[in-house]
């Protein structure tokens, strides 16, 4: 089985560690993933466990909470605290430190400094004690031993201020985690809790959208959220989707089109079929994608725990050895060492290193959704840097996937080649026919009565039109007719060679015009390549239309490579081979080019929005078509590597540096505290930074 608890105390990877090694020596837990950012813990576990697994939470003074797999992403803010006994203890802590300093009576500095502990320690201390007694080193514990030891040596004010000091640190640290967690927290807000529906009697009712059934038909009133997915049946407006596809302009929706929840109706009001569940809207899809996402741990976040395992038993090792070895052999002054011993195990705790990574990895995540892009893990965020290829499909995705009519050659003036065509045209359901029938209504061409229509498998059409038996046909038809010619045959080779299909309308008797039609290249295409060309990633075409075709669809985007007549097999061996060469992403649509997707270091599906198969199956999803946001994707991958690397720098090398002057005797219990917090403090304020990217 695989259940979900929200743990409301589990804020950062202390807890984390306490509750791995809790849950992890237990038989029947198979296996835990944390979610800290939303306080999440998901357990796999054998039938019946749960009571014995929310028991094993409650003995380290958690408490777990089983939720929903849609309602995991929106954890609720942590209570807040009464301020007063902060206050109070900072108060005791400064009149501790005055009375040592003016050299009062030593009972009424240790009177207060107890006091101070006992107003804003209480908490640590047990969490400290848990830690200890489950033989976890945590920064609780590792705080526990250093203030009991400054008491023991009776360093009043030092302990009490420490104390202090710490508690401050952490509540400012919580403050701090909540702007990360309030990024998705805002993205479950987009949907609106209530809808406009339909009733059997015709009248409108506003009733909770998590109530609305599929097929129930919405109303939207300009400037509301759209609380559903659905499909427009009434009216039509103009709709702000940036917060689902990233697309920056607003978006004129008609009858038939797709509308998504948490969508802006900006203009006027229209009804909508309901198409899914509010559980199982793009948007709730989305949310449940990225909760699922932070649980994969990125590289550089799998390296940080490994080394903060060995870290901190080595420094604590090393404070043993400060406090006992120099008084012991070289007959040193045993408090002046157990001071240091005690401030290097403050220092000693690894949690600004730890909690950097999870921190940086969720802002890039929200960041990427922000803009429409869809990552479905820390490992993507942070590898699609290193991306030496790119292998693109074609039909979609390069181009709009709709063939348009791009050429027209008339070769007899004296009729209307056009209408003529038109009319034939409109009665065939064949793609290229349809090209040509579109771009006739666009010129609004009067349509002719066609009679003795006919289809002519893998050839045309053909019927009568004002008494005459016209065909329009590919290059086979016109030669079974016998009027092809050499002129002819180098016109239409000309035009197959730029990527065009050629279909040809004649009489019995001679060919009246040739009509070009080309699936049009996306003017976004063109822009995305150069981009990624910009950021020294090559780029590959894998269609499975003909050698001509593709090179010249690539020419035209200006992409290094292009392979025609590409069965997914063949698609599959060339990510392979272009494997050898570095690592490689693959754009496709999810479904017909999924071996290849599969291979991929990094798949990406194109316009996912609405598609569950695209955003299950894909490693990055793009919710709109637009190929641009693949270099922003990389981009961020950049970024967010950059980030990692400053916050892992700054918490090492700040420890570095306060354990250098503890060593040299320099070092105080109040710097230690400002070496860990503080540095805590940093690399989340840091990480931070990329929601503004």
């Known amino acids: 089985m695989r259940s979900q608890l929200r743990i409301a105390q589990m804020d950062c990877p202390v807890e984390e560690a306490l509750i791995r090694k809790k849950l992890g020596g237990m038989a029947a837990v198979q296996g835990l993933e944390f979610n800290l950012i939303q306080r999440v813990l998901t357990v796999v576990h054998t039938p ?7 028991a094993a939470i409650r003995s380290l003074s958690m408490t777990a909470e089983g939720v929903t797999a849609h309602a995991a992403a929106v954890a609720a803010p942590a209570p807040s605290k009464p301020w007063w006994p902060l206050a109070v203890s900072g108060g005791l802590a400064l009149g501790a430190e005055i009375v040592h300093w003016l050299q009062g009576p030593e009972w009424l500095s240790a009177v207060m400094a107890l006091a101070a502990i006992a107003l804003c320690g209480i908490g640590t201390y047990k969490k400290g004690w848990i830690a200890l007694k489950n033989g976890e080193l945590n920064i609780n514990a590792l705080m526990t031993i250093a203030v009991t030891g400054a ?3 009776r360093q009043w004010p030092e302990a009490a201020m420490v104390m202090f000091l710490f508690t401050i640190a952490e509540l400012i640290e919580a403050k701090s985690l909540d702007r990360a967690r309030n990024a998705i927290r805002g993205l479950m807000q987009l949907a609106p809790e209530r809808a406009t529906m339909l009733q059997a009697d015709g009248q409108w009712l506003e009733v909770e959208a998590k109530a609305v059934p599929i097929g129930a038909v919405v109303r939207v009133k300009p400037g509301e959220r759209i609380g559903l997915d659905g499909v427009l049946v009434g009216g039509g407006s103009t709709v702000n989707q940036a917060p689902i596809t990233g697309e920056s302009i607003p978006v004129d929706k008609v009858v038939g089109d797709t509308i ?7 203009a006027g009001s229209f009804e909508y079929r309901v198409t899914a569940a509010a559980s199982n809207s793009t948007l709730a899809r989305i949310i449940h994608a990225i909760e699922e996402a932070q649980g994969a741990r990125a590289p550089t976040q799998r390296f940080v725990d490994r080394f903060a395992r060995i870290y901190t038993p080595l420094v604590f090792a090393l404070a043993l050895a400060v406090a006992l070895l120099p008084p012991l052999l070289m007959g040193g002054d045993w408090y002046a060492w157990i001071y240091k011993a005690l401030v290097l195990l403050v220092i000693a705790c690894p949690c600004a290193l730890v909690i950097s990574t999870p921190v940086t990895i969720v802002s890039g995540l929200a960041a990427a959704a922000r803009h429409g892009i ?9 590898e699609g840097r290193r991306l030496s290829w790119l292998a693109l499909d074609k039909t979609g995705t390069i181009t709009h996937g709709k063939p348009e009519l791009v050429d027209s050659v008339i070769l007899d003036a004296s009729v209307d080649a056009m209408q003529l065509a038109t009319s034939l045209a409109v009665r065939s359901d064949h793609p290229v026919s349809l090209a040509i029938a579109r771009a006739g209504k666009q010129s609004n061409v009067a349509v002719l009565p066609v009679a003795d229509f006919s289809a002519l498998l893998g050839r045309g059409v053909r019927g009568q039109v004002a008494g005459e038996l016209l065909h329009l046909g590919n290059h086979r038809l016109i030669e079974e ?8 045959e180098q016109r239409l080779f000309a035009l197959e060679e730029a990527g065009k299909t050629v279909i040809l309308l004649a009489t019995e008797r001679k060919v009246l015009a040739l009509f070009a039609v080309a699936d049009t290249v996306k003017d976004s295409s063109r822009e995305a390549v150069k ?3 910009a950021l020294g990633i090559r780029t590959a075409m894998l269609t499975g239309d003909n050698s001509h075709t593709a090179a010249a669809i690539a020419r035209q985007v200006g992409m290094d ?15 392979e081979s272009f494997a050898q060469m570095g690592r490689v992403g693959m754009v496709g649509d999810g479904i017909n080019d999924a071996p290849a997707l599969a291979r991929a270091d990094i798949g990406f599906a194109m316009g996912a929005a609405g598609t569950d198969t695209a955003i299950e199956t894909a490693d990055v999803a793009l919710m709109d078509d637009d190929l641009r946001k693949i270099a922003r994707f990389v981009q961020l991958s950049h970024s967010t590597h950059a980030v990692l690397v400053q916050n892992i720098s700054l918490a090492l090398g700040i420890k570095a540096v306060f354990l250098t002057l503890t060593l040299m005797g320099l070092g105080t219990m109040w710097m230690a505290v400002f070496a860990d917090m503080g540095a805590a403090l940093l690399v989340v304020g840091n990480g931070l930074r990329l929601l503004r990217k």
């Open 481 to 488: 007719l016998g009027v092809c010619s050499p002129e002819l």
């Open 260 to 266: 998504f929840a948490g969508s802006i109706n900006i």
């Open 48 to 54: 019946d466990a749960l009571p014995a697994i929310e």
């Open 561 to 575: 490579e292009a392979r025609g007549n590409q069965l997914p097999e063949d698609k599959l061996k060339a990510i």
């Open 151 to 153: 008491v023991l040596i």
């Open 374 to 382: 869809l990552v479905k893990g820390g490992v993507y965020l942070e």
């Open 531 to 533: 981009a990624l060309h």
